[in-house]
C-alpha cells in the first residue's frame, strides 16, 4: 500500500467516528422517533437515502450495495410516506449534534478544537471531483451549515460516503457482488482467526451478526459462498483460501486509493493540520460505538499515539 493510500486509511479511523453517532449515539435515534420515524432500519434508510431524493429501491440498492435488495425494498419507498427527505436531513443532522455535543463537551458552547476541525474538515470537501460517487455527491451539494458540529457531521459524512463509493466501485471491479462482499470479509476474519489462534466467537464480523444486519436470507448468503468457493476464494469450511484472502485485500487497498485524493490534493503539511484538529474530536465520537463494531472502525489509538 502507497503513502497516500496509508494517508486515506488513517484520516478514515478519524472521521468515521464521527459520522457514524448517527447510527449508534441514543440522541441520534430518538431525533428519527421524536419525528414519527420509529424503527432503526426506518431512520437509516431515511436518513442515509435523503440526499439522493424521495427515490425508489433501485437507486438505493444500487448504492448501498450490501444491503439485500428485499430489505431495501421493504423501507423504501414506503419510508417517504413518513417523512419527506427534506425533514430526513434536517432531523439527522440534528440527531448528529446532539450527539456530538454530549460526546465533545463544552455544553452550550461548541470547544474550539471542534470547530477548528469543522473548519478544516469543510475546506478538504472543497473543489472535489464527485463523478462517480453516488452517494458523496449528493451529501456534498447539501448546504453548508453555519452551526460548528453540524458543519463538521457533515464534513465527515461527505468523506465517509466519498470513500464509501470508491469501496463499492472497487468491488464491482473485483467482479464481487453484494452478499459475496460480506461472505468474504467474513472468511477472511476466519482465515485470520485460524491463522493466529484466535477464536471465531471473536470476530468482529461473524456471519450471525451481518447476515441478518443486511437483510440476507440463508440460501442467498449459501448461494453466494458457493459462488466463491466455485472461485477459489473459500474453502469447504467457508474460511477464505490466500486466493480470497489476496482478493479481500486488493478491494480493501484499492478502497484506500480511491479515497486518496481529498488528502493528495490539500498536501501533507495540511493533511496533518486536519488530522491533530481532528483526532480529539475523532476519539470522543469514537466513544458512541461498540468495539469491534461491524463498520470496521479500529479502536481509537490513546491520544499520546495519535500522531
Not at 433501485?58 to 450495495?65: D, G, S
Not at 459524512?157 to 452478499?179: K, N, P, S, W, Y
Amino acid at each position: 500500500m502507497n503513502d497516500a493510500a496509508l494517508t486515506a486509511r488513517r484520516m478514515w479511523a478519524l472521521f468515521e467516528p464521527v459520522h457514524t453517532v448517527i447510527y449508534f449515539a441514543p440522541e441520534a435515534q430518538a431525533a428519527f422517533e421524536a419525528a414519527g420515524v420509529r424503527g432503526f432500519w426506518r431512520g437509516y434508510f431515511a436518513g442515509r437515502a435523503a440526499p439522493i431524493g424521495a427515490v425508489g429501491a433501485p437507486p438505493v440498492i444500487a448504492a448501498f450495495f450490501t444491503f439485500a435488495p428485499s430489505m431495501v425494498s421493504r423501507a423504501v419507498p414506503g419510508v417517504w410516506e413518513l417523512i419527506t427527505p427534506e425533514d430526513a436531513l434536517r432531523v439527522r443532522s440534528a440527531g448528529a449534534v446532539a450527539s456530538l455535543r454530549r460526546l465533545v463537551g463544552g455544553g452550550a458552547s461548541v470547544p474550539a478544537g471542534a470547530v477548528a476541525a469543522a473548519d478544516l474538515l469543510s475546506g478538504v470537501t472543497e473543489r472535489l471531483d464527485w463523478a462517480g460517487r453516488p452517494l458523496g455527491g449528493p451529501n456534498a451539494a447539501l448546504p453548508i451549515p453555519d452551526e460548528p458540529l453540524a458543519r463538521l457531521w457533515r464534513a465527515a459524512t461527505v468523506l465517509r460516503e466519498h470513500r464509501g463509493d470508491g469501496h463499492v466501485a472497487a468491488l464491482v471491479a473485483a467482479d464481487i457482488d453484494g452478499c459475496e462482499a460480506l461472505v468474504l470479509r467474513t472468511a477472511a476474519e476466519l482465515a485470520a482467526a485460524r491463522r493466529y489462534g484466535g477464536a471465531a466467537g471473536g470476530l468482529s464480523w461473524p456471519r450471525q451478526k451481518v447476515q441478518p444486519l443486511r437483510g440476507w436470507s440463508d440460501a442467498e448468503w449459501n448461494q453466494a459462498a458457493a459462488r466463491l468457493t466455485d472461485r477459489g476464494m473459500l474453502d469447504a469450511e467457508g474460511v477464505a483460501t490466500l486466493t480470497g484472502a489476496a482478493a479481500h485485500r486488493a478491494v480493501e487497498e484499492a478502497t484506500d486509493r480511491a479515497a486518496a485524493r481529498p488528502w493528495a490534493r490539500i498536501g501533507i503539511e495540511a493533511t496533518e493540520d486536519v488530522f491533530a484538529a481532528l483526532g480529539p474530536v475523532g476519539r470522543a465520537a469514537a466513544a458512541a460505538l461498540p468495539f469491534p463494531n461491524p463498520i470496521g472502525v479500529p479502536a481509537p489509538e490513546p491520544a499520546a499515539a495519535a500522531r
